[in-house]
């Protein structure tokens, strides 16, 4: 069964430690961009994030076809819930909202650069 969506989604990697070792898991959030802060913000002792990976669709990367790409920042817009502003690892900003955009309207929100 597939799914289908024209909205970004996150792949997430991260470690676990046990006594039994550490072990690697992915997991992918879909969008917004509140599901993946509240992950972090779930993120228990022996949990370590090792990256994160945006999945733009092409309406929102610019391009013609899905990219997945290393993220590094986010930005959120206190007067629309649903609008984010993510930077990927070679600086390039994509924003969630239709139409044209200025980052002045939106508030720093979470910082991923230490996981690269």
């Given amino acids: 069964m597939g799914i289908t969506t024209p909205n970004e989604w996150f792949y997430v990697s991260y470690a676990v430690s046990t006594q039994e070792g550490r072990f690697s898991e992915t997991v992918m959030i879909s969008n917004p961009a509140n599901e993946l802060v509240a992950f972090f913000d779930r993120e228990s002792k022996g949990v370590s994030i090792v990256g994160i990976q945006l999945v733009s669709p092409p309406f929102l990367n610019g391009s ?5 790409e290393p993220l590094i920042r986010i930005w959120k817009k206190p007067s629309d819930p649903l609008a984010h502003v993510y930077e990927v690892a070679d600086g390039k900003q ?3 909202a239709y139409g044209t955009w200025d980052i002045s309207e939106y508030e720093f929100w979470k910082e991923f650069t230490s996981l690269q």
Avoid: E, N
């Fill in 64 to 68: 013609a076809h899905w990219k997945m």
């Fill in 94 to 96: 994509y924003c969630s």
